[in-house]
């Protein structure tokens, strides 16, 4: 456990190094127009961005050859290698189990996830199932074939799907 959380630290860390040099800073956001109160400005920006969550997550659905539930059932970490075989990061690594097909199918074989690399903004590739723990489960986006590091788009936690229509396809995740 505390190797694990020492591995991510040191990830995080350089990860927070690099974006302090190179990574820019979101732009400002513009005051409210004027007559618009302060609560209704929050509010209508609240809603624009969880609109735009929705149609990314709708997005990733319609683009996915195939959709699944999974959960993970280990957690552990491997080394970032550069094109030299070079290790310049660790990443944690969590083995996923397929609990049911939402869109498409596929084997119901066991596939890793881990993040891909290293960009001055921070880590990339596996989405949110690589920072979850043994018994979580996500829905993993599938690109083609079978679900593999090279073919998952990305994967959710269930507590940040906010399309209704992908909550419904979910359903309880504990009953199957």
């Given at each position: 456990m505390f190797t694990r959380h020492l591995a991510l630290a040191a990830l995080l860390s350089v990860a927070l190094m690099s974006a302090a040099e190179a990574?820019?800073?979101?732009?400002?956001?513009?005051?409210p127009p004027p007559g618009e109160s302060i609560?209704?400005?929050?509010?209508?920006?609240?809603?624009?961005?969880q609109a735009r969550v929705i149609g990314y997550q709708?997005?990733?659905?319609?683009?996915?050859?195939?959709v699944l539930l999974a959960r993970i059932e280990r957690r552990d970490s491997i080394s970032l290698k550069d094109d030299r075989g070079v290790t310049y990061a660790r990443s944690p690594r969590v083995l996923l189990r397929p609990v049911r097909?939402?869109?498409?199918?596929?084997?119901?074989?066991?596939?890793?996830l881990n993040y891909s690399g290293l960009t001055d903004c921070g880590p990339y590739g596996g989405g949110e199932a690589v920072d979850g723990e043994v018994g979580?489960?996500?829905v993993v986006f599938v690109s083609e074939g079978p679900a593999s590091q090279a073919s998952v788009v990305t994967s959710?936690?269930?507590?940040?799907i906010v399309d209704q229509d992908l909550k419904d396809r979910i359903g309880d995740p504990d009953t199957h």
């Amino acid at each position: 456990m505390f190797t694990r959380h020492l591995a991510l630290a040191a990830l995080l860390s350089v990860a927070l190094m690099s974006a302090a040099e190179a990574c820019p800073p979101p732009p400002p956001t513009p005051p409210p127009p004027p007559g618009e109160s302060i609560e209704a400005y929050n509010a209508r920006l609240a809603e624009e961005a969880q609109a735009r969550v929705i149609g990314y997550q709708r997005g990733w659905w319609e683009r996915a050859q195939s959709v699944l539930l999974a959960r993970i059932e280990r957690r552990d970490s491997i080394s970032l290698k550069d094109d030299r075989g070079v290790t310049y990061a660790r990443s944690p690594r969590v083995l996923l189990r397929p609990v049911r097909w939402l869109k498409g199918e596929g084997p119901p074989r066991r596939f890793y996830l881990n993040y891909s690399g290293l960009t001055d903004c921070g880590p990339y590739g596996g989405g949110e199932a690589v920072d979850g723990e043994v018994g979580d489960f996500f829905v993993v986006f599938v690109s083609e074939g079978p679900a593999s590091q090279a073919s998952v788009v990305t994967s959710l936690a269930l507590d940040s799907i906010v399309d209704q229509d992908l909550k419904d396809r979910i359903g309880d995740p504990d009953t199957h």
